[in-house]
């Protein structure tokens, strides 16, 4: 699980940076005001490691044409995250 944090945290970094390029004072006025989603997958070998954090979703598709949505959407219409 380290290296998904740590890869997290790089593409947190790599936003807040382009960002900072686009030279603006405040970067806030610039952020959509509805949320941010992010969805990140590492493959390591035969195993799989999904993080999710907002409404987007990882989903597995099988070759026929089945599928599973493998993550759960974080946001207010979820009870739970209430």
């Given at each position: 699980?380290?290296?998904?944090q740590r890869v997290w945290r790089?593409?947190?970094?790599?936003?807040?940076?382009?960002?900072?390029?686009?030279?603006?004072?405040?970067?806030?006025?610039?952020?959509?005001?509805?949320?941010?989603?992010?969805t990140v997958c590492l493959i390591?070998?035969?195993?799989?490691?999904?993080?999710?954090?907002?409404?987007?979703?990882?989903?597995?598709?099988?070759?026929?044409?089945?599928?599973?949505?493998?993550?759960?959407?974080?946001?207010?219409?979820?009870?739970?995250?209430c």
């Amino acid at each position: 699980m380290n290296e998904l944090q740590r890869v997290w945290r790089e593409m947190d970094d790599v936003v807040f940076n382009e960002l900072m390029r686009l030279k603006r004072k405040d970067v806030n006025s610039i952020l959509p005001r509805c949320g941010s989603t992010g969805t990140v997958c590492l493959i390591m070998g035969n195993d799989i490691y999904i993080a999710n954090c907002g409404d987007s979703a990882a989903m597995v598709i099988y070759s026929n044409g089945e599928y599973v949505q493998c993550t759960e959407d974080h946001g207010t219409h979820n009870p739970d995250e209430c």
